[in-house]
């Protein structure tokens, strides 16, 4: 028998990402015939725990109060005491894109002599092993990997899968005591980024701002678009570098990796180290004054005009539209 | 107090993807007319480990490592350049894309070889993720291999009363860790670490500077499975993208027709969310 386990950070809850892990998780254990499990590192509150418990097999909870906010060196100890409490007998252990996730995964590879791997968009069983599909050389190709090792460590591009179905029973949740050493690094304060409205991850719609701006003020004009069909607002990597909007809103390879239903992208040229960014979003707009401009090989739809005539005039059909 | 900065030398990420080709035989991309650079999330490193030198206002040694081919000396020297006071190659052996589980113990093997001989380090700093694969695997491995604490999206060190305080991005927002000596963390870019322009002088003084030179026997690490360097992943596969959607450019004759027919488009969508 040989199961699947995805990670899930209790204070982060069911959340999309969440959502999605356990519907790539629930594929794979399907192909494999075997179990998913849900491992919960920290405290969940009992509608995450139910909202777990109806898509998996198992549930198994480290509900230690210590691990409520996060304490990177204590999430990796419960996730390799959790992998034993759920039987250890996993192809595959299975991970979110939020940045706790992401640094958990090649140390827990390493304890549990598995393998591992990053951001990966699609994943798959071949010979019992492990097929991981993600971008490489900044978004210019695509990469498939083989783990040669069990389990599998992956972090997901997780909003990029479907969520996982109901089970016609929940599983059972089965709690687990901890023991945690202190940390040898211990996270001492947060400054919770100031966030109006939802994280640019979880956003359906994103109404982002580039190079071809000239300036930080455009961004008010694109603020009066984004309010009009309630986006959030994001940027490319030049805006934000530029100092125009904050780091935060960068969209890319080295800024966040969002998967919206809609993203417009408004003068921005469409390099591929955003297009690594925003590549997953369900429909793309652009507006740009170069038709040549790669964005456009990337968007379902868009404008070649210059953002000044349209973006006004474009705000107010829309508000008229949703009238 | 010692600081290490772990360097890797890729292909210029900023390669136009016109002239980007893969190599199907390699399994990598073909270098063409491209540059070798190092990585931007390794110079970010360098120029945090700098800082960290600076703030603490004398006292800190810092120390680059690398394990690549003998081009990448040319990573090494700049950092010097950059002012890090010595560097040591590994010189590569085997596959050109070893994967993070090799790099990970060349690294730690190193690292343990120069602490043998000029004391402990401090402070481990690694790029959060390469401009080529970037599969950002590489930090987490070397932390186990060492057996030391990590912490990852670093972007600044500050030196602290016997500890270190780390300032990192993370999806919730910035924290601040305080971290005891010794640790491994992994740095991103922020618009306070992008890596200084080594000035003329420093540049000359550079090769001046100690370049040590192992090799995996060395290490004791000449094994055909570190050569291999796949023991826990390789790439199965990879190929360009087909320019795969056909783009639908607003039609009109006038301006307005074609805002009108954008915006339309926009509102279905909107509208289909609901």
Request: aromatic share 4%; charged share 25%.
């Amino acid at each position: 028998m040989a199961n699947v386990a995805v990670c899930v950070l209790g204070s982060f809850g069911y959340d999309r990402a969440a959502q999605g892990a356990m519907g790539a998780g629930r594929a794979l254990a399907d192909s494999v015939g075997g179990e998913l499990h849900a491992l919960v590192i920290g405290p969940a509150g009992d509608e995450a725990l139910a909202a777990l418990a109806a898509v998996s097999d198992r549930v198994v909870a480290g509900a230690n109060e210590e691990l409520r906010d996060v304490q990177p060196e204590q999430a990796l100890q419960a996730a390799q005491q959790l992998h034993a409490a759920g039987g250890g007998d996993y192809v595959a252990v299975l991970l979110g894109n939020d940045t706790y996730s992401q640094e958990l995964a090649p140390r827990l590879a390493h304890r549990l002599g598995g393998a591992s791997m990053a951001d990966a968009a699609a994943i798959r069983m071949d010979g019992g092993e492990l097929l991981a599909q993600r971008t490489a050389y900044g978004g210019k190709a695509i990469s498939i990997y083989r783990l040669k090792k069990q389990p599998a460590v992956v972090w997901l591009r997780a909003r990029g899968f479907e969520p996982a179905p109901e089970r016609p029973s929940p599983g059972e949740v089965t709690s687990v005591d901890l023991a945690l050493d202190p940390p040898r690094i211990r996270v001492t304060g947060r400054e919770v980024a100031e966030q109006e409205g939802v994280r640019l991850e979880d956003a359906q719609v994103i109404v982002s701002g580039g190079r071809g701006l000239g300036g930080p003020e455009p961004f008010q004009e694109l603020k009066a678009l984004a309010d009009t069909i309630g986006a959030e607002q994001g940027a490319s990597r030049a805006a934000c570098d530029a100092g125009w909007v904050p780091p935060n809103w960068q969209v890319g390879q080295t800024g966040k990796k969002v998967a919206p239903e809609l993203y417009i992208a408004i003068a921005i040229s469409g390099a591929s180290q955003h297009l690594l960014g925003m590549g997953d979003s369900k429909v793309v707009a652009a507006i740009n004054t170069d038709a040549d401009a790669p964005i456009f090989k990337h968007c379902s739809f868009g404008i070649v005009e210059d953002y000044k005539a349209v973006v006004p005039l474009l705000t107010e059909k829309l508000a008229a539209l949703s009238s | 107090m010692r600081v290490l900065v772990c360097l890797k030398q890729i292909l210029d990420p900023d390669v136009p993807a016109r002239d980007f080709q893969i190599d199907p035989a390699a399994k990598a991309a073909r270098r063409g007319g491209a540059n070798l650079v190092t990585n931007i999330f390794c110079e970010n490193a360098v120029e945090t480990a700098l800082q960290l030198r600076e703030a603490a206002g004398g006292g800190v040694k810092v120390t680059a490592l690398c394990y690549g081919e003998s081009s990448a000396e040319d990573c090494l020297r700049k950092a010097m350049a950059m002012t890090v006071d010595e560097a040591c190659l590994v010189e590569r052996d085997g596959n050109a894309n070893p994967d993070a589980a090799a790099v990970g113990r060349v690294l730690a093997a190193a690292i343990r070889q120069l602490e043998e001989d000029g004391g402990p380090f401090d402070a481990v700093l690694v790029g959060r993720e390469s401009g080529d694969w970037g599969t950002g695997q590489t930090g987490g491995m070397l932390a186990e291999e060492l057996g030391r604490p990590a912490l990852g999206f670093v972007e600044n060190l500050a030196p602290g009363n016997g500890a270190v305080t780390l300032r990192r991005q993370t999806d919730v927002g910035i924290e601040v860790a305080e971290a005891e000596p010794p640790f491994v963390v992994t740095i991103t870019n922020n618009e306070d670490n992008v890596p200084r322009i080594p000035k003329t002088r420093d540049v000359m003084m550079s090769y001046r500077k100690p370049l040590r030179k192992l090799s995996l026997a060395d290490l004791d690490l000449d094994s055909e499975e570190i050569r291999a360097g796949s023991s826990i992943f390789e790439v199965e596969e990879i190929f360009v993208p087909a320019d795969e959607v056909e783009c639908e450019l607003a039609e009109g004759d006038t301006l307005e027709d074609r805002v009108d027919r954008l915006a339309k488009r926009i509102h279905e969508v909107v509208a289909s969310i609901g």
